[in-house]
Every structure is written in C-alpha cells, then in structure tokens.
C-alpha cells in the first residue's frame, strides 16, 4: 500500500516530462517556421535593397498567421531606405534587420510549479544584417 501511495505522489511529475517533450517539439516549429519566414523576407530585401513597407507587413502577416500570435507582439526593425550594391565592402551599403517574436508556454505544467504566465515566455530574437544585391546607378 505503501508503494502506491508513492506512486500516486511522484506520477504528477513524471507526467510533466512526457507533457515537456511535445512543448518542446511545439516551440521548435514554431521558431523553424518564424527562421523561414524572416529567411524569405530578408532574400526579398535583398533584392529590392531594404525592407519595403509591404516587405515587412508580408512579414508581420506571415508570423502572425503560422505561429499564431497577435500581430501587435511582433516586432520589426529593419533598413528601409535603398542600399546599393558596390564593388568593394562597405558596411554603409548593407541591411540591418531585426524580428522580435514572444514565444508561449516554454515549460509544461507550469502552474503545477508555481511558474507565472509572465515567467513562461520569453522573446526569441533574429538579429542580423545582409548585402544588398540591388545594383545602383
């Protein structure tokens, strides 16, 4: 009797792993889905030579619907003014972009261990820059 009286303590958090590995794999689409979007955003950058208004409301578009988050919480900050391509390195003709995106439920059962709403969640950050291969004048 003693054994199962143990067991009925300890299931709940055996449970919480197994819940964790589909959290897991959830939270890994989702950040796959969200490098994909801003990979195809910033290719169109590229070719235009910054970030269009259209470019970055396809890209708010496009994260809000496949990751399933209000479109308020994305937050983009990219070059909007035309860079040139040039024949040397010159770092003033490159486009600088920045996705920021709140991610949910980072554990399972987090309520179970006293965990805030506000504590399971953070902000996954895509920061980088590229060459512009729009060729000037």
Request: proline fraction near 3%; aromatic fraction near 10%.
């Amino acid at each position: 009797m003693k054994q199962v009286i143990v067991l009925m303590g300890i299931l709940p958090f055996l449970m919480v792993f197994m819940l964790q590995y589909g959290v897991e794999q959830q939270n890994h689409y989702k950040l796959s889905q969200l490098q994909q979007f801003v990979y195809e955003a910033k290719e169109q950058a590229k070719q235009d030579g910054c970030f269009t208004a259209k470019n970055i409301e396809t890209l708010r578009e496009r994260i809000a619907a496949g990751i399933k988050i209000p479109r308020e919480e994305i937050l983009i900050e990219a070059t909007t003014t035309p860079k040139y391509r040039v024949n040397g390195f010159d770092e003033r003709e490159m486009i600088h972009y920045k996705v920021q995106v709140p991610i949910d439920n980072l554990m399972a059962g987090a309520s179970f261990f006293g965990i805030d709403k506000k504590e399971n969640r953070m902000l996954y950050t895509i920061e980088n820059v590229t060459a512009s291969e729009l060729i000037g004048l």
